[in-house]
Every structure is written in structure tokens, then in C-alpha cells.
């Protein structure tokens, strides 16, 4: 699976949503903390390619998944499971799960993974 964006501090896996907030969101990272984050969208695929998530989450140590579904977050949730049961302990500093998000939202949980102050937007 190739990444949306490629990136090496933290890794967002798009389970449901727009891929288009997810690379909104990393660029906004960017240009305010010049944090690197990787975008994957493994919807594209007729198979969720978890070893490529798990690869991408070994390299930035840091996993968040969005998942625009308010009512089960159930995408979000199997992403999460399935990636943390098939790392070894210690490889994920933090994984979080964001539901009915937008940019600034993705931002500030990025934000709160790395202890940084809130950007302005």
C-alpha cells in the first residue's frame, strides 16, 4: 500500500471519512510544528493491508485513526485492534481514535500525542 503522504512521526489511517482532511490536517502539522506525518487510506484496497499499517506504525512509533462514523466508530476501532495485536509491545508510543472529525480536531489530538502547545489557525 502506498502512502497518501509519506511521513515519519506519526502515521493516520483514514478507516472512514475524506482522505482529503487526513492530508489537510498532516499539512497543517507541518507547516506549524514541522512534524512529518505519513497518510494511508487503506479503503482503496479490496483488503485492509494491515502489515503495511503496522510498517508505517513501526516507523512512527505514534498511530491515529479517523474515522468520521458518530455512530459505531467500528472502522476506527478494527484498525486499531488489529495493528496493536499484530506489533510487538513497545513499538506504539500512542495511538488514539478520532470520530466526526475535521483538520483542526486531527490537529490538536497530533498535538496532545507530542506534548505541543495548539497552533493557530
Not at 3 to 24: K, M, N
Not at 47 to 76: F, M, N
Request: aromatic share 6%; net charge negative.
Amino acid at each position: 500500500m502506498d502512502p497518501l503522504r509519506r511521513g515519519c512521526d506519526c502515521t493516520i489511517v483514514v478507516a472512514c471519512g475524506d482522505a482529503s482532511t487526513a492530508l489537510e490536517a498532516a499539512e497543517i502539522v507541518w507547516r506549524h510544528h514541522y512534524l512529518n506525518v505519513e497518510v494511508l487510506d487503506p479503503r482503496v484496497f479490496e483488503d485492509r493491508d494491515v502489515d503495511a499499517i503496522c510498517a508505517a506504525v513501526e516507523k512512527t512509533h505514534r498511530l491515529l485513526v479517523v474515522d468520521q462514523d458518530y455512530a459505531s466508530h467500528r472502522g476506527s476501532f478494527d484498525v486499531v485492534l488489529e495493528v496493536l495485536n499484530k506489533l510487538t509491545p513497545g513499538a506504539v508510543i500512542a495511538s488514539a481514535r478520532c470520530a466526526g472529525w475535521d483538520a483542526r480536531s486531527v490537529v490538536r489530538i497530533i498535538e496532545k500525542m507530542f506534548n505541543l502547545s495548539n497552533c493557530e489557525f
